[in-house]
């Protein structure tokens, strides 16, 4: 037993010593390019004239939109809130966004001294405005074990009820230098938002079809989430793309829009929403056919197409009062280009 053991430990301390010699004399691995004060410069000065790429404020309109929703209704999981207290709960007729703060930092990322990919990390603050025509307060106390709810308070008072919520967003640039060493803008990501992140609770939306014929032919364009096929000429969500073959649409044309969902957030409890050059407007108010809406093309330039998918039922900020609830929510940024 104990000579397999000295023989074990000296095959190890073979392995060791072996392993010591052998890189004896090796140069040291080469450090990653940082890049320079003057590679960050120049990099920068092109973002800055490039800005219409960092917009993200255009989501955020105070306008209301009129909604049609379903009436309020009482739910069994409201028993299991707790006992002796008031569940309200209120009727959405309208909506808006209100921005109370953006805040965004950039990440440089050097390939050896060739190109450079920056993080884009974006964050903001806001306002969900709800216009609401109609609120039920409702009194729960517990009885002999059980928990029951009392008489049922219903105002039908117009009111507005206002509640901060958060959103998060990554976006790459790519930048490679030119045959004189000069950092060139070439490509971009576009932004997945989620509010306030990513859960199974949050929609999750799979892909959007624009479509300016109306038929769903050979001309529609399909933008996806992700695709593994490295030969997918699609527009895929997380991929980079080329900032000379963005999507481009005339002004006046009408894109018909469809917004297919994962299984995880149904369809039918969602608002779809479209915001154009920082104009917002709906598809539906819930229910089958919702999803499918139409976008008529206005503006000039390089503009951004937002498709915004809102929980508003079930326990959401579109339906609870008290407890409070988050504002729940997913948006794709598709940046476009408009000619006349």
Request: charged share 20%; with cysteine.
């Amino acid at each position: 037993m104990k000579g397999g053991v000295m023989k074990r430990n000296l095959l190890c301390l073979l392995i060791v010593v072996g392993m010591f010699l052998s890189t004896c004399g090796n140069e040291p691995p080469e450090d990653y390019y940082q890049g320079t004060p003057e590679d960050s410069t120049d990099i920068h000065a092109l973002i800055t004239a490039n800005p219409d790429f960092l917009v993200s404020e255009d989501l955020f309109d105070p306008t209301y939109l009129a909604l049609s929703l379903p009436a309020i209704a009482l739910s069994e999981t409201d028993r299991w809130f707790r006992a002796d207290s008031v569940v309200s709960k209120k009727h959405v007729d309208s909506c808006a966004l209100e921005l109370i703060e953006r805040a965004y930092g950039l990440e440089f990322w050097f390939a050896k001294d060739t190109t450079c990919t920056v993080f884009l990390w974006d964050t903001v603050t806001f306002n969900s405005l709800t216009y609401c025509d109609e609120r039920w307060d409702i009194p729960y106390f517990l009885y002999d074990d059980s928990i029951y709810y009392d008489t049922v308070f219903i105002d039908t008072t117009p009111f507005e009820d206002v509640q901060e919520a958060f959103g998060i967003c990554q976006r790459h640039m790519f930048f490679e230098r030119d045959e004189n060493g000069e950092w060139e803008f070439k490509r971009i990501t576009y932004g997945t938002w989620n509010f306030p992140e990513e859960a199974q609770d949050v929609p999750f939306i799979l892909n959007v079809v624009l479509d300016p014929d109306g038929n769903l032919g050979p001309i529609s364009d399909t933008i996806v989430w992700s695709s593994y096929d490295t030969l997918d000429t699609r527009h895929i969500m997380d991929r980079f793309r080329s900032i000379d073959s963005l999507l481009t649409y005339t002004a006046g044309d009408t894109l018909n829009v469809t917004v297919n969902l994962s299984v995880q957030v149904d369809p039918d409890s969602c608002i779809f929403l479209a915001t154009l050059d920082g104009n917002r407007m709906t598809f539906g108010s819930g229910g089958p056919g919702a999803n499918i809406g139409q976008v008529v093309v206005d503006g000039d330039g390089l503009v951004n197409l937002w498709i915004e998918v809102v929980v508003t039922q079930g326990a959401t900020s579109f339906y609870y009062l008290t407890p409070r609830k988050d504002y729940k929510a997913t948006a794709w940024l598709i940046p476009i280009r408009i000619t006349q």
